[in-house]
């Protein structure tokens, strides 16, 4: 179906999926098509926003992810943890002892992506004095929806911010840091992402990546995986001085987190895949002009809502924010200095290797004019299914359904409509047969014979 | 023209307004159109839906491609324009207060769109209706 392999860390356990359809219906870019009693990916199409791996009551939609026995492969061990890690145990320990917890696990080291994510942050104001500014500036925190953009929207994509992600700024700071203090090479030092959701895990592990994650981070570690081991360690972990991170930092793991950064500009922020659609179908059609900053995040919630933590988003926000209000009211909330993020932006550490390039789609067909007809071919076919999208065929709905058939991936009588429509005619057509009965003599010897 | 599709607009049906222009845009992307001129589609077509929605009685969207270029029609059954060259100035708009609080209504629609075709041409008789044809360069 595609001529390019794509990296995604969703993939279906085949044995647990019954064919449901419930995956197919919600998927967000109409990615997946139940073929042979199987909820199968179509790779060009799939975001990694895991919408799939939340709604699947089997629980057969699984994101690929390193195991902690990794980090043994490295002599020099570092755990980058997603802001979101701190909401996951309520607010009976301190950041700190969760932080020690992590280390615990076997790290030498923990180094807060909420850290980076406040230097990301405190640089976005200088994407608005860059050449070919397109506006909105377009966060780039969520892969997911750079992905969506990449797929659905690709008029957009020179709209995303030039900086990394707060992931790819906290670990190339930070390898930088170690191979420099501790003398260490660059293979020696392994470090690992603690994610809270797919679409991260894929900007780690895809070599094809934007970013530089890849070359930086050795492997994605997922909260639900080691979320056991930690609670297990909290209470008794010897605690030590770890975190770095101010509120504004950690307050990232929010919707509208990165938002706060954002001053004097008018801005939309959005959470839930389904509503981030809405809102780049409204910027591409040119409704959104005043909009300076859009930060949209697939999870609902935000990154607290990824489909990899263990808490329940809600309860994640509550003490999140009650962490920054804690950190505030002991005066320890401090924030980098001015001179250190510029310093770093003019050593252009801060910023995107690539720009972001549209996902480029095979069309119907590579000849326009065939494209074309196979378009209208699509519309006669649609207009003969019945409307109702209810996924028993195996496609998200009617036109999907009639798109498959004229690309050759499934037939009208995958619809069990057409079907039972086709097997009246059979059976009318049958017993009509029956009844004409044979051209026979009523002695019964073979007229035709004689 | 090979391919030929209508979309049916309904006067003040906000509730569905924005979807001919979604699927339009789709259907674009799926022939192997370039993102450019899809946005440029995108764009004019949004505004002649919305047109439609506010100000028409009610009208229709036609989208015929062939190979050289993509015609957009934007039709409706009246009430009419009586006065052209004042609806064509940016920021002359019509719209009810209503309408302007839904965020629409800021006067943009036809000179928006004239800016993003590469034919513009409109017709329009009060009391008869209005027609809209623009086309646009593949290539």
């Not at chain 1, 980076?116 to 909105?136: C, F, H, K, S, T």
């Not at chain 1, 972990?237 to 307050?251: C, L, P, R």
């Not at chain 1, 910023?351 to 590579?366: G, W």
């Amino acid at each position: 179906m595609e001529n390019r392999k794509f990296f995604h860390s969703v993939y279906l356990d085949t044995d647990k999926c019954l064919g449901c359809t419930t995956c197919l219906r919600n998927c967000p870019t109409g990615a997946i098509r139940v073929r042979g009693g199987k909820a199968k990916i179509i790779q060009s199409k799939c975001i990694d926003c895991g919408e799939c791996i939340r709604i699947c009551p089997h629980h057969a939609k699984k994101a690929r992810t390193d195991s902690l026995k990794c980090i043994k492969d490295y002599p020099y061990r570092v755990a980058i943890p997603a802001p979101t890690l701190i909401g996951q145990f309520g607010l009976k320990y301190s950041i700190d002892r969760i932080l020690s917890a992590l280390k615990s696990l076997g790290f030498d080291e923990v180094v807060e992506v909420a850290y980076g994510a406040e230097i990301v942050g405190r640089a976005i104001p200088a994407e608005y004095g860059r050449d070919n500014l397109l506006l909105p500036v377009i966060s780039s925190a969520c892969p997911a929806v750079s992905k969506l953009i990449q797929v659905r929207f690709p008029e957009l994509t020179g709209n995303i911010s030039t900086l990394k992600s707060p992931m790819g700024v906290t670990a190339r700071l930070a390898r930088k840091r170690i191979e420099k203090e501790k003398g260490l090479a660059q293979k020696d030092i392994g470090i690992f992402f603690i994610t809270p959701c797919a679409a991260k895990a894929t900007e780690v592990k895809d070599p094809d990546n934007w970013d530089d994650a890849y070359d930086v981070i050795n492997g994605a570690i997922s909260i639900k995986d080691i979320y056991g081991a930690l609670r297990s360690v909290l209470r008794t972990v010897d605690e030590k001085n770890i975190q770095k991170a101010s509120s504004m930092g950690f307050g990232w793991a929010l919707s509208g987190g990165e938002s706060r950064f954002v001053q004097n500009r008018q801005l939309i922020h959005v959470d839930g895949i389904s509503n981030v659609i809405r809102i780049l179908d409204e910027i591409e059609n040119g409704n959104l002009e005043d909009i300076e900053f859009f930060e949209g995040l697939a999870c609902i919630g935000g990154c607290v809502g990824g489909c990899l933590t263990v808490e329940n988003s809600f309860v994640a926000r509550m003490v999140i924010e009650e962490r920054a209000k804690q950190v505030k009211s002991h005066g320890k909330d401090v924030m980098l200095e001015d001179v250190v993020i510029k310093k770093w932006l003019d050593e252009e550490r801060l910023h995107r290797r690539h720009p972001l390039q549209p996902r480029v789609f095979k069309p119907l067909d590579d000849d326009f004019q065939k494209s074309l007809d196979k378009m209208q071919q699509i519309e006669i076919l649609e207009s003969r299914l019945p409307g109702l999208d209810c996924g028993s065929c195996g496609a998200p709905g009617c036109r999907a359904l009639a798109e498959d058939i004229v690309t050759g991936h499934a037939r009208e009588i995958d619809c069990v409509f057409v079907l039972k429509d086709r097997v009246l005619e059979l059976s009318k057509l049958t017993s009509e047969m029956l009844q004409m009965g044979h051209p026979m003599e009523s002695d019964g010897t073979d007229k035709e014979k004689e | 023209m090979n391919y030929k599709v209508n979309f049916e607009v309904e006067k003040d049906d906000f509730e569905k307004a924005g979807e001919a222009s979604r699927k339009i845009k789709k259907t674009l992307k799926q022939l192997g159109v370039d993102n450019k001129t899809i946005r440029h589609i995108a764009i004019a077509g949004y505004e002649g839906e919305m047109n439609l929605a506010i100000h028409s009685d009610g009208g229709e969207i036609i989208l015929e491609v062939s190979s050289e270029k993509i015609n957009l029609t934007i039709q409706d059954v009246g009430p009419g324009i009586p006065d052209l060259d004042l609806a064509m100035t940016e920021g002359y708009s019509t719209a009810s207060d209503k309408v302007r609080e839904m965020g629409f209504g800021a006067g943009m629609g036809l000179p928006n769109m004239e800016k993003n075709a590469d034919f513009f041409e409109i017709h329009s008789k009060v009391g008869k209706g209005t027609k809209i044809q623009m086309s646009f360069n593949l290539k």
